[in-house]
Structure formats: C-alpha cells, structure tokens
C-alpha cells in the first residue's frame, strides 16, 4: 500500500499564496501520476492539476496562470504553489498518486490523501 501525506494548508487573505505539498511513502518503484484536487462540502472533487512522472502537467482552467504544480520523482513528492488565491479557492485539497509501480513490479491501486484545509478571506 501507499500512504500520501499532505501538509502546507491553512488561512491565508485573498491576494496570499501558499504552498502544499505531498509525500508518498510505501515500497514503491515508481508512480507515473501525481496531482491536486479539491471538494467543497456537498460537491464533486474536482481537478486542480496533475503532472506526470516526466513532467507533463495539466491544470484546471479556473487555476490555470495562478497555480504551478512541481515533484520530486526521487522523494515522490508533489507540490501545489497557489498565488493569488482567492475566496472561491477555498476547499479541502487532495493529493492523487496514480499509476503506482510497487518494487516488485505490480501496479497497485491509486491513493488519495487525507485532505488538507485551504480557507481564503476576503
């Protein structure tokens, strides 16, 4: 199994930025995935954006210009650099690892986070 780990939420004023990012730990060779998603109380979780394992990224339109997503393959971690967020981006934020090789070459099952926090004041 893969365990994701999230950290870098919180409150931030409409304007701020902050950063998140996600571990992945596990007996894993490699993941070819890695992305962001987000879920307000009683709606779908939607896309914010993904980028694979060499590099390829994809973004939601309403994030696109504002938010870059990076990793690390060698510590498989991703990260979310958010600038000028704003009120409407307020939502809990979830890492995705998908594509997952284990180090004895199954492909195990796509992981989710736990979720962290992201709340914009105005």
């Known amino acids: 199994q893969v365990q994701l780990v999230e950290s870098g939420g919180g409150l931030v004023q409409a304007g701020g930025s902050l950063r998140l990012s996600c571990a992945a730990s596990?007996?894993?060779?490699?993941?070819?995935?890695m992305g962001w998603y987000r879920q307000a109380p009683g709606k779908q979780r939607e896309l914010v954006a993904t980028?694979?394992?060499?590099?390829?990224?994809n973004y939601a339109d309403s994030v696109k210009g504002r938010f870059t997503i990076s990793r690390d393959n060698a510590k498989n971690t991703v990260y979310l650099q958010m600038n000028s967020l704003q009120p409407e981006d307020t939502d809990v934020y979830y890492c995705?690892?998908?594509?997952?090789?284990?180090?004895?070459?199954?492909?195990?099952?796509?992981?989710w986070g736990q979720g962290t926090q992201v709340t914009v004041s105005s």
């Open positions: 596990g007996s894993i060779f490699s993941i070819n995935t």
């Open positions: 980028i694979t394992g060499g590099g390829s990224t």
């Open positions: 995705y690892a998908g594509g997952i090789l284990d180090v004895t070459g199954r492909t195990l099952l796509g992981s």
